[in-house]
């Protein structure tokens, strides 16, 4: 739990320090005093879990609470995937006019994972929600899920966000992907049922016991020995099992399991 802690605080310092960007130079040496003082002093699990959980719906809480059972048959589970960051990442650097997407980097063990995922459609059925443009999501996903595209439960990108405009067209740091919208859309799938794959904490922080979190994908965090898809895959054949994952996910978190 504390890397996942971690990574949540420093990406609510970076949201932070986005909106302070004409601050002086003695403002800036005084910013980098507290979080140096927030490094050392770092909460504990216990303490930054019951701020998280102060956030959420009665609701999500009460159902995130029932005891999940282990069932001897797998029931079946919505996994709704993250691409850039989860599962490739693009360095943009090497982007044209005929490619403004950039050169695509797969992730480790990527196709051992998704043959995983789509070999076991009794257990899992399989969408995306990316908060790129729908043109770039679409674009990533004939790149990347190859004949595993037409099997596809549904592809969301960014207009399901619902930003305002100039959010939209704009790197916003308060995107969340909120699944109420799923649970709301198709009755099949719930919080007992539903998983997604971010790489993005601050994107699941309504529903945070639906969430896995690998360790960000990206070119200057590259790893020869990346297996986080693989830890994905262990984990994902005990969550199966599960009658209510976001109890398991509250419990067993992925990142200390």
């Known amino acids: 739990m504390e890397s996942a802690i971690t990574r949540l605080l420093s990406l609510l310092k970076s949201s932070s320090k986005s909106k302070t960007s ?3 130079l003695k403002s800036k040496s005084s910013l980098k005093s507290k979080s140096s003082t927030l490094k050392l002093s770092l909460p504990s699990s216990s303490s930054i879990q019951r701020l998280i959980i102060s956030n959420l719906s009665p609701t999500y809480l009460e159902n995130s609470s029932k005891p999940s059972q282990h069932l001897s048959q797998p029931k079946q589970k919505l996994i709704i995937l993250d691409i850039n960051g989860t599962l490739i ?3 943009k650097n090497f982007g044209s006019k005929y490619n ?3 050169k695509i980097h797969l992730r480790p063990n990527l196709n051992d994972f998704l043959d995983f995922l789509f070999s076991n459609e009794d257990y899992f059925k399989i969408m995306i929600w990316s908060t790129a443009r729908p043109m770039t999501v679409y674009y990533l996903v004939d790149k990347v899920f190859d004949h595993h595209k037409t099997k596809l439960l549904d592809i969301w990108t960014r207009d399901k966000l619902e930003l305002p405009k100039v959010e939209y067209f704009d790197k916003s740091r308060n995107i969340v992907k909120n699944l109420d919208k799923i649970w709301q859309s198709e009755e099949t799938w719930n919080q007992m049922n539903t998983i ?4 993005s904490i601050l994107k699941a922080r309504l529903q945070p016991f639906n969430a896995i ?5 990206r070119k200057k965090f590259q790893r020869e020995n990346d297996d986080e898809l693989l ?3 262990d984990y994902l ?5 599960q009658s209510n994952v976001s109890f398991f996910i509250r419990h067993s978190p992925f990142n200390i399991y």
Do not use: A
């Open 100 to 102: 403004p997407v950039g």
């Open 213 to 217: 979190h690998p360790i960000s994908f």
């Open 196 to 199: 997604l794959i971010d790489d």
């Open 89 to 91: 990442y693009r360095d």
């Open 231 to 233: 830890k994905v895959m």
């Open 22 to 24: 004409k601050s002086s």
């Open 237 to 241: 054949n005990k969550l199966k099992y």
